[in-house]
């Protein structure tokens, strides 16, 4: 199976082990990531808030790419890439106003996007197109014993993704590691923002959010959060200290991307999934699962 | 009398202004000079209203005085007005079927925007109704006697009071319900708004009245499977399912219920509150009060084997495995559906909680609690058998919300008011919160029962319910209780309510089998699956289909007071029906003629009526009058094009389309 | 910031919003919104906001636009779309904020206070020069114009970013960042004009 890759800003910084460990996962799967060429950032909040379109220009611009190398759907693995690439499909769409505009902007760079591709998110790949059994079935790992938060994130399936999944209890990682053998805690909070987006402008918002969400996983005994999303990541691992700081709690809850803990049940080598990359260390969890 | 001199026909074409409907739109002093132009026309009129009695006088002066032997009037839908003018035109000695009316309005003035596009639509409309009248003939309507049986489907509140205005009226009454007993939802309620009677006080009289009325027939745990026929000559199949209990027998005592050893099944009649047997009889108000076996449940029916201690239990021996569901042919004269609704599925709403969290309950389940002979014996507790101490009722669950349905269920905000009264009653010390974004009292005495409550110290907030979450275990204060997020929008403020029990007002649906119901019954469904009046206003209880009427919720949410007082109306239709001995039909259907038939009898399987039978002597099809509906589908399978339809034969139709297009 | 003085400004502002929000997909839903206060009851930053969500809608229906933007209700929505999956409306609310974020910037019209615009800018300054985000660039830059004390706050967690190689300090630049410049030029040379 083929897909057009979008890896995203985060990919080449904070969120590189997430970039490692979707390859990682999808070799062992047999899945073939082709990068889109040259692909620009997808514009992300910032561009909606300054230029409209602007915004759905520069986000369609890796659409024309894609479009060009192959009729392949494209895949993202950060849930803020895959709303602002589905979003600006979907409007493109729903608006033939809009798909003119925007068209008529790509043109000044010799591009063009008639509107063909699909925009998914690697989580509903995985588990459509491959399917939970599947993985299962090439797990050379059990994760038996391990307690895991999954933490979907605010925008894993909106404002476009309702037909995949839920909009306020999405599950569809749940039965994943559930068949991957770990158990998967309520996590009532699994859709709730984590405030990465305002942790600069407006810290005192955004930590409390953070902490509220570490809250959760530590009440429901979890031994790890599982993400989709580097911004997700980023605020529960690296803001852990900050919220201690602020709130007098003592959290060190590991936080990994669901790709690496997927990864290291396939058997991937923990250094490709980036494991050793993380902030509060995962070796405890990682050393619960039997051998 | 003027007449034609020279045997062509003589055409009136009368053009309504319908007020400014069709005028504000259509030039209509142009579409009659164009109108009078065309061949035949021997006079062309304009009238601000047809359909009042001087238009219709117009029309019938022109006939007596000018010779006019064709009529075409241009103004409204056929649907509206059509038999207005038939009878204007009979009445003055003309066949009612030598008039064609043409839809200048619904299909012109109302949905073209250019008034110069939709007089030139006009015109040609017009133009097809003129060409198409000179070829019509005169025909005579066939009278075929009138069924006066009648057929109700539905046994709840509205089924319940159409059945007994009907059977009273002295008429035999074929009540059809699904479950094993009539009552329907009002069963299941405690008390009724805004007077709060009893539900059960006011409605057990009626199940028992219809039980025991001579001609009520009733058929529970019964459904209708197939309608052929056609007003005052329906011939209905009906499924009686088996029971596996011979209802003759069976003494409504009991005694097989406590000895079933299937003990397990949720009690729908209690929400699934409780558990019942497998033999079981749903309440003890049931009417028959006779027992019926679960066939998913028993053990014997499911596995074919089980201790039978219902069969030991039963004295009059009326429990019999080998029963099998027996099918019914009834004939009537006319029918009334009165299917009911169903609730809104409140899982749908993750965020609400319902089925995650234990004290997130259905309005449904809320009646059951607070009713006496329900699963906590009227006792209004907490899954935990706390009673609670304070109460969220959250409107609007499912309702006005495009996600789900987009109208306003409109007995929730009295239901829910119901409840708080029933909470206070029960539990004075009890906070009661209404989350709710308008209140809708509109029925009489509804506005005097919402100030009532106000007076009763309920808290009322007007916002919507953004989620319910169960409280932090952190803090101290609210630890065990739902928090309900909602914005106060009078103050602007988002508040956190603290509570013990969440009911959630859950919105009122169509049945999940509305479609298919009115599909079998030949009438329409809105989109939300409500079954379509034939006009809103003056036909609220008629369908398209002769003499079939619907009342209740099927047509629409409604509460108990407007659902009796459709019933009434739906009987008041059905009896004004077979009170005639005799029903006339419309003489549009098909005739073959036997000489020119050669017999190959494609017609006669073809036809969905039945109404083509083939006659040996004749050595020809021939069709049965009463029968035939006037679908038109022998007429295009012949290939020797033997079969006319009267009213659209090929001439006809022709000449039509020539007008539409010229 | 500058500040709406006249009523015609104010007009205006509220004009050039309606118009905006009708060409949007889906934007004439704003006109059927019931003020239930769904979205407002379900924002998670919404006790941070001058006013909620649903007030915004009211200022639109009231023709005071102008009043939200006095505030930081805009600048406090991390767009996480809750109230736009939950609005029984159907009004795409998260697209209304972003929509008065483009007529706070166009018309600088930003509380002194609020330092997500900055962010913006900074954000977008970055991938119009790179076609990518860097954001250690992005970051530092915000640090030194805005906010000086993030530095220590976020030294400890920068450092082992660092250290695991997840904070680069060079930029990727993508081979069609003209592109990039281009398509910012023809859009800007589309735009009215603020007059």
Known sequence: MKYSYFPGCSSEATGKTYDMSAKAVCEKLGVELVEIDDWNCCGATSYFSARELLSFAISARNLAIAEQMGPEDVVCTCNSCWTILAKTNAYMAESPHLAEEVNDALAQIGKSYSGSLKVRHIAEVLINDIGVEAIAEKATRRLTGIKVAPYYGCQFTRPMGGDWDDFEFPKILDGLFEALGATVVPYVMRSKCCGGTMMLTAPEGALKMCHDLLQCAVDDQADAIVCACPLCEMSLEGYQPRVNSKFGTSFNIPVMYFTQLVGYALGCDPKDLGLDKQIVSVDKVLASVPA | MAESTNGEPRIGVYVCDCGTNIAGKVDVPAVVEFAGSLPHVAVAREYKYMCSDPGQEIIQKDIKEMGIDRVVVAACSPTMHEPTFRKAVQSAGLNQFLFQMANIREHDSWVTEDPVEATEKAKHIIDAAVHRVVFQEPLEAIEVPMNSDVLVVGGGIAGIEAALKMADAGHTVHLVERDPSIGGHMAQFDKTFPTLDCSACILTPKMSAVGKHPNIKLHTYSEVTEVDGYVGNFKVKVNKKARYVDIDKCTGCMLCTEQCVVAKVPNEFNESLDNRRAAYIPFPQAVPLRATIDPERCLQLTRGKCKQTCVEACGPGAIDFEQKDELVELEVGAIIITTGYQTFDNERIARYGYGQLPDVISSLEFERISNASGPTGGEIVCKNGEKPRSVAILHCVGSRDENYNEYCSRVCCMYSLKFSHLIKEHLPETEVYQCYIDMRCFGKGYEEFYKRLMNEGVVFIRGRAAEVTAASKRQAETEGKLLVTVEDTLLGVVRHLPVDMVILSSALQAQPDAKEVAQLFGFGCSSAGFYIERHPKLEPVSTVTDGIFIAGCCQGPKDIPDTVAQAGAAAAGALALVDNRTVKIEPTISYIDPEKCSGCHICVGLCPHNAIVYDAELDAAQVIEAACKGCGVCVSACGSNVPVQRGFTDEQIFAEIEGALA | ?195
């Open chain 3, 1 to 195: 910031m500058a500040e709406l003085t006249t009523t015609a400004q104010k007009k205006h502002l509220h004009e050039v919003f309606c118009k905006d929000v009708m060409s949007m997909p889906e934007g004439s839903k704003i006109k059927q919104c019931q003020q239930c206060g769904a979205c407002s009851g379900s924002c998670p930053t919404g006790y941070l906001m001058d006013r909620g969500p649903r007030e915004v809608i009211a200022a639109f229906r009231a023709g005071m636009i102008d009043e939200i933007l006095k505030g930081n209700t805009i600048w406090m929505c991390t767009s996480c779309y809750s109230c736009t999956v939950r609005c029984p409306a159907d009004i795409r609310i998260t697209d209304l904020m972003y929509e008065l974020k483009r007529l706070a910037i166009k018309y600088d019209l930003i509380p002194r206070d609020a330092k997500a615009p900055a962010l913006t800018k900074y954000f977008i300054d970055s991938v119009q020069k790179h076609g990518r985000n860097h954001e250690t660039e992005m970051l530092s830059k915000f640090m030194a114009t805005k906010d000086w004390s993030l530095g220590p706050k976020f030294g400890v967690m920068g450092m082992k970013l660092f250290a695991a190689g997840r904070m680069p300090l060079t930029a990727t630049d993508i081979k069609g960042k003209d592109e990039i410049r281009k398509l910012a030029e023809y859009v800007e040379s589309k735009e009215v004009a603020v007059p």
